[in-house]
């Protein structure tokens, strides 16, 4: 897509480098900027873009949008929208092949073979996708708290392990996790359902709108989704991540001070694949002997001293 970025300042040179989309010119309202070249782009003023460019979508690429889009309107100028770089946290990582629009074929084309076996949590049809349908070589079973169309056993998450007599090559669920009232427990419900060398996939939200109230419980990072499944309970983290970046801004209702402010590092979607490579005993599953040496992998919580 062919656009024109408002702002050639740090924000735009990030925006220049994304792939997405083919930037023709960029707009800066700094005078002495303009009739200059940014990574080979012409800075233009408003007058210039009206002329010659008006063809073109603008991406706004400086946190002062409430002031912007006003000066667009102002214009005459309706065709634009946030560049996205606003909104990223480039510390957040993407989860690639398990991301949102992809998990569903990864995790088919590992675990959709003969002999295999296959458990869904949260299986019920209420949204008209079925992923029973995705796997046509695998054995699946459907598991959720309410009995339906795609349920083969019915009951509690929080203890799982009780309603089977078999383990599993890939326990997975979608948009379950938010609803778990204590998914520490969930987690090891799979951990010992699962065959040594089996999957598990999650997908849950990180950042979303509140639902199904009174039982939304948690909002998951994918770090958050790591830590319930920690290698001192077998467990070895292979991909993780966020997907589909929202636009976050504070509504005028909000204090005084963050009215119209950029909220960024909002994603809908985390996810995380993981696998078991050790067998424990039962008793060994038991957060109690988790300590914080055990999951931190390494980090520290980030140090910020004030500045005198």
């Known amino acids: 897509m062919q656009v024109v970025l408002f702002g050639a300042g740090e924000m735009g040179k990030r925006a220049l480098k994304n ?12 005078l002495e900027k303009q009739g200059n070249y940014i990574s080979g782009r012409l800075i233009i003023g408003l007058d210039e873009y009206k002329k010659d460019y008006s063809g073109y979508k603008i991406l706004i690429s400086c946190y002062k949008l409430d002031e912007i889009e006003a000066l667009l309107c102002t214009n005459g100028i309706f065709n634009f929208s946030a560049a996205p770089e606003l909104y990223e946290d480039i510390q957040v990582p993407s989860s690639g092949e398990i991301s949102h629009d992809n998990w569903e074929g990864f995790i088919t084309r590992l675990c959709d073979k003969p002999g295999m076996k296959v458990l869904e949590i949260g299986s019920r049809n209420v949204t008209g996708t079925v992923f029973r349908n995705k796997f046509h070589h695998a054995e699946y079973t ?4 309410y009995p339906g169309e795609n349920v083969d056993v019915v009951g509690d998450a929080h203890r799982l392990s009780s309603y089977f007599n078999e383990k599993f090559d890939l326990i997975f669920s979608s948009a379950v996790f938010e609803h778990l009232a204590l998914p520490w427990l969930v987690s090891i419900e799979i951990i010992k359902l699962l065959k040594r060398g089996g999957y598990v996939f999650i997908e849950t939200h990180y950042s979303f ?14 770090n958050a989704l790591d830590v319930l499944f920690p290698e001192k309970f077998g467990m070895h983290c292979i991909k993780k991540g966020c ?5 976050g801004r504070y509504s005028i209702s909000a204090s005084e001070y963050l009215r119209g402010g950029i909220v960024p590092g909002l ?8 696998q078991k490579f050790r067998d424990l005993e039962e008793e060994e599953l038991d957060w109690s002997g ?19």
Do not use: M
Request: contains cysteine; proline residues 5%; hydrophobic residues 25%.
């Open 290 to 308: 988790i300590s914080l040496e055990d999951i931190k992998k390494g980090t520290e919580y980030p140090r910020r001293d004030k500045k005198l």
């Open 243 to 247: 997907s589909n970046l929202l636009e």
């Open 19 to 30: 792939p997405g989309y083919d930037v023709v010119a960029v707009i800066d309202s700094d």
């Open 267 to 274: 994603y809908c979607h985390s996810e995380y694949l993981g």
């Open 142 to 145: 459907g598991f959720d708290y």
């Open 209 to 222: 709108s509140s639902h199904e109230r009174p039982w939304h419980f948690f909002q998951f990072s994918e």
